[in-house]
């Protein structure tokens, strides 16, 4: 399959007087249809990483390409027009608008930038819940929804305009582990059935042992890239996280 991200010697940098470089050097490609996740200690770098890749800062140095196009030269403008074509975000905070129902949140994405050609999306948006299971909650306002509930409104959103790319930020780390295991089913589901590429950051062991590659970044490097055994899941969580598996026993999450 085709890469949908391809980065070459990327490279972070903040600050000017005194620099703090983040990430030294990147090298990755993602294929299409993945559904991988990156993981890696507080300050090691993923979510400066996760930033570059969803378009939604700039690299210092080196090259990104994302469904084949050089994003470094894109402006601020042209860069927002492009990740609302291209990409979707989960955040473990939703986001969602208070003010607004189930498919008005839905609808939200495409409202940027068609602001006169909402009613003919509604179905579709309709359509998104019905996939994460919301039916019958379309014109609820999200304040009555339930913490899963919200995520799935959020998921549905991040999909409003048929994205390749999602990237899903600590999807499930505020809810609780019963939870968290429907919503990394529906994204798998949502993987299988549209062939939407997935990359999940997270500190949840038990998810990052379930996705088909595990992408480890320590202190701005990748120190360990590899894929998971569909077939051992008990195995895959000894890999991901060899000092913790003890505590679980063999009750990984399913």
């Given at each position: 399959m085709p890469n949908i991200i391809e980065t070459k010697d990327l490279i972070?940098?903040?600050?000017?007087?005194?620099?703090?470089?983040?990430?030294?050097?990147?090298?990755?490609?993602i294929d299409t249809g993945e559904f991988s996740s990156i993981i890696g200690p507080s300050g090691s770098g993923k979510s400066t990483l996760l930033n570059l890749l969803g378009a939604?800062?700039?690299?210092?140095?080196?090259?990104?390409?994302?469904?084949?196009?050089?994003?470094?030269?894109?402006?601020?403008?042209?860069?927002?027009?492009?990740?609302n074509k291209n990409i979707g975000f989960v955040f473990q905070?939703?986001?969602?608008?208070?003010?607004?129902?189930?498919?008005?949140?839905?609808?939200i994405p495409h409202w940027i930038n068609n602001k006169n050609n909402i009613k003919s999306?509604?179905?579709?948006?309709?359509n998104l819940l019905d996939l994460v299971g919301l039916k019958g909650f379309e014109h609820k306002m999200v304040t009555k929804l339930s913490g899963g509930q919200k995520q799935r409104v959020a998921i549905a959103r991040s999909l409003m305009n048929?994205?390749?790319?999602?990237?899903?930020?600590?999807?499930t780390g505020n809810l609780d582990s019963e939870t968290s295991t429907k919503i990394y089913n529906l994204?798998?589901?949502?993987?299988?059935?549209?062939?939407?590429?997935?990359?999940?950051?997270?500190?949840?062991?038990?998810?990052?042992?379930?996705?088909?590659?595990?992408?480890?970044?320590?202190?701005?490097n990748i120190a360990?890239?590899?894929?998971?055994?569909p077939e051992h899941e008990f195995d895959n969580f000894e890999e991901?996280?060899?000092?913790?598996?003890?505590?679980?026993?063999?009750?990984v999450i399913k």
């Open positions: 972070k940098v903040y600050g000017t007087e005194i620099k703090n470089e983040v990430l030294h050097g990147i090298n990755l490609e939604l800062d700039k690299p210092t140095d080196g090259e990104i390409y994302i469904a084949g196009n050089y994003i470094n030269k894109l402006d601020d403008d042209q860069l927002a027009l492009f990740r905070f939703h986001h969602l608008l208070p003010e607004f129902s189930s498919v008005e949140n839905v609808i999306k509604e179905k579709w948006a309709m048929k994205p390749q790319l999602i990237f899903a930020d600590e999807p994204l798998r589901d949502i993987n299988d059935e549209l062939n939407t590429t997935f990359i999940i950051v997270t500190h949840d062991e038990h998810i990052a042992s379930k996705t088909d590659r595990v992408i480890e970044i320590i202190d701005g360990r890239d590899y894929l998971n055994d991901v996280a060899p000092e913790h598996c003890f505590l679980c026993g063999r009750n």
